[in-house]
């Protein structure tokens, strides 16, 4: 049977399974701070905790109070923190148990709470090499956000610029 031959919602379904396929395929790339985050703390368990759910879901808590940033919103949506909304601690426990594979886990999470591949982490810049004129506004705020400093009266891109090169030999370390 040729594919032209199949009536048109038959194609219809047929090609959402085979996109809905290719979208389950959870990756340290399409899903980096998932996997990342999974790989990490499943190396820090002993044999012993790894076989116990309750001790994976206790040591996870533990770690998740020492993490920043997109790691730390992991920890939120999993559960790990104490001001987390919700929790889906056991669909990390349980499956660290079995020693699935963290891409697998991740695959598993993500169906719970969609949210869980959206996050990356930020791309480092590289200060000797970029040409801070071909950022965006947002970029540049991010710089002087992650180093703590204050932009009074930028309102221009230029204005942030300059107070970037202004604060670069503070921040911005020369290797020799």
């Known amino acids: 049977m040729k594919l032209s031959s199949l009536p048109l919602c038959c194609m219809i379904l047929v ?9 389950c395929a959870v990756t340290k790339e399409n899903c980096e701070v998932c996997v990342t985050v999974v ?18 879901e206790k040591a996870f808590k533990k770690w998740c109070k020492g993490t920043k940033g997109k790691e730390n919103r992991f920890c939120y949506y999993l559960g790990g ?9 056991g669909e990390l ?10 891409t697998k886990i991740c695959e598993k999470l993500k169906k719970s709470d969609s949210q869980i591949c959206d996050l990356r982490y ?19 705020k991010k710089i002087l956000n992650d180093w703590e400093e204050e932009c009074d009266g930028c309102l221009e891109k230029g204005d942030f610029i300059k107070r970037i ?5 503070k ?6």
């Not at 426990?93 to 963290?102: E, I």
Request: proline share 5%; no cysteine.
């Open 171 to 176: 921040y911005v370390r020369e290797e020799l």
């Open 39 to 56: 790989e990490k703390f499943a190396d820090r368990l002993t044999p012993e905790a790894k076989a116990d759910t309750k001790e994976i």
């Open 15 to 23: 090609l959402n399974g085979l996109k809905n396929a290719v979208n």
């Open 81 to 89: 923190l104490e001001e987390s909304a919700t929790g889906i601690l």
């Open 122 to 140: 930020d791309k480092q810049i590289d200060f000797k090499t970029v040409d801070l004129k071909k950022l965006k506004v947002r970029d540049l």
């Open 93 to 102: 426990s349980k499956p660290l148990s079995w020693g699935m594979p963290a």
């Open 165 to 169: 090169e202004e604060l670069k030999p």
